[in-house]
C-alpha cells in the first residue's frame, strides 16, 4: 500500500466502558490520508467517544490506536502532545473561552505550545479568520459571536498548529441550514486546500453525504459498515437502511 492511501489514524479492537456500560465493543477503523471519513450513528452510539480515542483525549479499556504508525496507547500527556498537534479537534460546542477575545481564543495553541513571537502570531491569527470568513474579529469575544461565527472562530483555533488531520464532532449541530451548509462548504475547502484529513461525527445526513468521501456506521459498539457515499445509499445492511430512512 502506498503511503497516501495508508491509514493515518487506524483503530484495532477498541473497547471502552463507562461503569457498567460497554460502548466500543471492538471497533476496527481505517482513516486514510487525504480522506473526509465521516462516522454515523444513531445518539449514544459512542461516535464522539470514539472521535476522541483518535488523538487521546479517552483512553480505550482495551485496543490500539495507531496515527502516523506510532501506537498512542501508552503514551503519557507530555508525549501525546505532538500527536495532539499533528490531530487537531472542532469541539462540539466549540470550546471557545468566554473571557477571551477571539485573538486570544485562536492564539491559544501557539502561546501554550512556546511561540513568543506576537507579531507572527498575530499575523497567523489574522491568517486563519481570513481562512474561515471571519476576518477582522480579533476584538470581538465570543459572547458577540453567532452559533456560526463561534464554530468558525473554533475551527480557525483547531487549525492554528497545522494539523494533518482535523476531528470534528457533530460541526452543524444547533445551527440553521444556511449556516451549516457554510459549515460543509468550508471542511470541503479545508481538504482541498491544505490536503486536510477529516474525521466527522454527525447525525446530519445531508452534512455526511455532502462532505464525506466515505462513510462508516457505528452500530451496537462496532463499525458494522464502512464505504463510499453510493455505497451506503445502496447498501443492503439491515439497521445502516433504517437509520438511513429514520434520519431523513
Known sequence: MSRASSPIVSCRGLCKSFAAKLVLRGVDIDVLRGETLVVLGGSGSGKSVLLKHMNGLMRPDRGQIRVDGEDIGDLDEVALGPIRRKVGMLFQMGALFDSMSVLDNVAYPMRETGVRDEAAIRERVAQLLGVVGLADTEALTPAELSGGMRKRAALARALALEPRV????????????????????????????????????????????????????????????????????????????EFLEAAA
Not at 460541526?171 to 475547502?189: E, F, S, W
Open 166 to 241: 482535523l476531528l470534528y464532532d457533530e460541526p452543524t449541530t444547533g445551527l440553521d441550514p444556511v449556516v451549516a451548509q457554510k459549515i460543509n462548504v468550508l471542511i470541503r475547502d479545508l481538504q482541498s486546500r491544505f490536503g486536510l484529513t477529516g474525521v466527522v461525527v454527525t447525525h446530519d445526513l445531508h452534512s455526511a453525504f455532502f462532505v464525506a468521501d466515505r462513510i462508516a456506521f457505528l452500530h451496537e459498539g462496532r463499525i458494522a459498515f464502512t464505504g463510499t457515499t453510493q455505497d451506503a445509499r445502496q447498501s443492503p445492511h439491515p439497521e445502516l437502511r
